[in-house]
């Protein structure tokens, strides 16, 4: 009975152990986020990377991770590219419904600032 149990541990265990199958591709954003965090000259690296990591998971028709549309967004808005960043900020609403909330507003105040620009230009 003793081995029987220890079998079946073992291969629990096991099996478990090789599984190494992941829900989301990541890609290294974490590392990439780290060391933007500690050297912001590398965000522009972080962008670009994001961007190919992103058009790669199109391509193969994987859904991309939650939050690494909003990032890029984010990092467009960042670099002055705001008509960019409305649209990963509405992938990421549309991909991840959860996030409807945070995103719509994120959008909204874009649009506002955007709007406000425009107005203090044409006056």
Not at 35 to 44: E, F, V
Not at 60 to 78: D, F, M, R, V
Not at 105 to 122: D, F, G, L, Q
């Amino acid at each position: 009975m003793r081995l029987v149990a220890l079998a079946f541990t073992a291969l629990v265990l096991s099996g478990c152990a090789t599984q190494s199958r992941h829900t989301y591709d990541w890609d290294g954003y974490d590392s990439m986020l780290y060391a933007g965090y500690k050297d912001p000259a590398r965000m522009q690296e972080m962008k670009l990377e994001l961007e190919r990591h992103i058009a790669e998971m199109d391509r193969s028709g994987q859904k991309i991770a939650p939050g690494l549309l909003a990032e890029l967004g984010t990092l467009y808005l960042q670099s002055g590219s705001s008509d960019q960043a409305i649209m990963m900020y509405g992938r990421e609403r549309d991909t991840w419904p959860e996030s409807q909330g945070l995103m719509t507003a994120m959008i909204k105040n874009i649009e506002r600032r955007k709007k406000a620009k425009m107005e203090v230009i044409t006056q």
